[in-house]
């Protein structure tokens, strides 16, 4: 019997409502499959902030450190907006935990469930024919941590700066993550830059095509940002993995998500070298929704299956959630946000669609 | 009699047919409101190139330092995409333009045509909400600018940096342009920004904010770009002016654009401080339809009406122009690529359009 640890950080706002769900699926599986999942649950963000003065204490960095994986839930709110940007949730957790485990390789899946196409805010033929995308997105280098990073001089002719800056070492590991799960997928990697304007786009254009070498089954293309941003509006479907460097993932998996107007539905995962990664939602906190039971639990629970497969190899318990996932929504199990809205009063639970799905397993 | 000069720039593909028809146009307007317009034409672009040996040769720049504005049309293609990167149209013709004039404030509106929602790609209630929106891009400095820029260090190692930066004299003034924008039409501005993580963008807010105070009846919001690539998709309505960098802007107007479904329709301007500008449709010389006498001749015509109206302060012919367009529009001549296409044996030749707009007049 397989025994693992898992950091549990619930976070903010409907963190952790959705994060009891997913325990309660990650229970089922690990019965079903004669797993041990050992959960250590840790304060994180802004909750961590109003009870230990930072968003990452210590304690919660050791237990990530652990543990075998971290299941995050979601972090930051209006309470701690006003704080310097430094001390933030966003910063100090969510930056500071990609950076120490270098957790470079972000994957992020983005589709239209079949049934909820009407959810999307694409023209009816366009959301049709389908929006299925994996974006990898490089998550520790580019201009989020490139250095020097500053502001200088004085009066008017003060100016900030940021450096974006990329090693083909960073380049290849990406692009390496992007081809890999092309071959599991639909064999094809877009890859996404700035070359006619940015230096560092030439170089990842360079190191891409090297890649490209040793997936020949694998079709390549490039394509600028402010292309890709109109390509996917116009006929998503042409997209299987989209290639991105750091701040250009941060947009394009942004709007892959919206377009399926289902955000609620979408994990991530982040996964450093030696196959450790932190799993959570695609959406925010959202705290005007938070503490009413109504939140949608199904990117956390997607989130611990995407745990499931990238950090643990335990493939079998992640294909049992995935496939009890999509029968729930087959069978109309929706939160309210997922159905139109004279039909909501039929909407279902935080806690329901948990059950659901864990009676599905 | 006002008398100006105005160097023409038609360029590649589409540029020379749709200029044609552009200046037919502006002929009409010189005749009605009592305007004289010499204008002298010349090489840039992929033209240039063939005929001259570089993009935008001296002759041309010297005929633009004597102009009142530039009339461009489009450059590049395919035959000239394997020419390094400094010789390319793109970067030698255009961003050299940019920056030689100072070319700061680019304008680029984006609607959706009362009548056209259904070329939109959004959702029809989305789209029926309408689209409206005033990209201000700054264009001479950010990251396409910055120093330094290279490659450094050897093997897997070596890297590439690209240098985002922004003085709060260039903040400043594109922020003026954009309030200045707005007090003309919804008096909204919506600064888009990455404050969570640059620097630049922490400047940036922190000017704007400055300006926002000498426009008291501006409303002013802040959006991440991440989030406002997806706002645009779910609820395009909400917004009035969009202030962005230099790399948010390309992406964000290139989105809007998109989101009305009618790239052919959308001009832009790109001026600086002394009222000069270069005024250019918002789309590509469509190198595959042209020289049919198909391409859309309007981009070009409502550039034209931005010159009149930014450069030369012609507001009148400007507003004439405006109008036939929309009349050309609301009596449904059209060219192909705006009529669904089961109705395109219909559709409207480049010259036809032209002349009845310019019948209008
Ligand atoms: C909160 C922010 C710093 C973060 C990012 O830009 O990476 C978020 O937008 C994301 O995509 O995870
Ligand atoms: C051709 C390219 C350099 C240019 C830009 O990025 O500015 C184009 O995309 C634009 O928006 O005018």
């Given at each position: 019997m397989a025994t693992y640890h898992i950091a549990v950080l619930p976070g903010d706002g409907i963190g952790p409502e959705v994060m009891e769900q997913a325990n309660r699926v990650l229970d089922a599986v690990c019965t079903k499959f004669d797993i041990t999942l050992e959960r250590t649950t840790y304060p994180v963000g802004g909750f961590a902030i109003d009870q230990h003065g930072e968003a990452l204490p210590q304690t919660t960095l050791d237990g990530c450190e652990q543990a075998d994986a971290i299941l995050f839930g979601s972090i930051g709110g209006p309470?701690?907006?006003?704080?310097p940007l430094d001390k933030r949730p966003e910063r100090a957790a969510l930056l500071k935990l990609r950076s120490h485990f270098d957790l470079f390789s972000n994957l992020r899946p983005a589709k239209i469930y079949s049934g909820l196409e009407h959810l999307s805010p694409l023209r009816s033929d366009i959301a049709q024919s389908g929006v299925d995308v994996l974006v990898v997105r490089e998550l520790t280098?580019?201009?989020?941590?490139?250095?020097?990073?500053g502001l200088e001089g004085?009066?008017?002719?003060q100016f900030a700066f940021d450096t974006m800056r990329y090693s083909k070492r960073e380049i290849r590991r990406i692009a390496i993550s992007a081809f890999e799960a092309a071959m599991k997928r639909n064999k094809k990697v877009t890859s996404v830059d700035k070359a006619n304007v940015l230096v560092c786009s030439r170089l990842w254009r360079e190191v891409v095509e090297e890649v490209a070498k040793d997936y020949p089954e694998v079709k390549l293309e490039h394509i600028y940002i402010d292309n890709a941003t109109m390509q996917l509006i116009c006929d998503p479907a042409q997209f299987d993995v989209m290639l991105c460097s750091n701040l250009f993932g941060d947009i394009i998996s942004d709007e892959c998500a919206m377009l399926t107007g289902s955000m609620g539905l979408l994990p991530s995962a982040s996964i450093n070298g030696s196959g450790f990664g932190m799993y959570e939602p695609a959406g925010g906190s959202a705290p005007d929704i938070a503490g009413k039971g109504i939140a949608n639990p199904i990117a956390q629970i997607l989130s611990a299956s995407m745990m499931l497969r990238y950090s643990l190899g335990e493939v079998d318990a992640a294909d049992a959630i995935d496939a009890a996932v999509v029968k729930t929504l087959e069978d109309g199990i929706l939160t309210a946000e997922l159905m139109p809205k004279e039909e909501r009063v039929n909407a279902s639970s935080t806690a329901a669609v948990g059950t659901y799905i864990l009676q599905q397993i």
């Open positions: 309470k701690w907006d006003s704080l280098s580019g201009i989020y941590f490139g250095q020097p990073k004085e009066g008017e002719e």
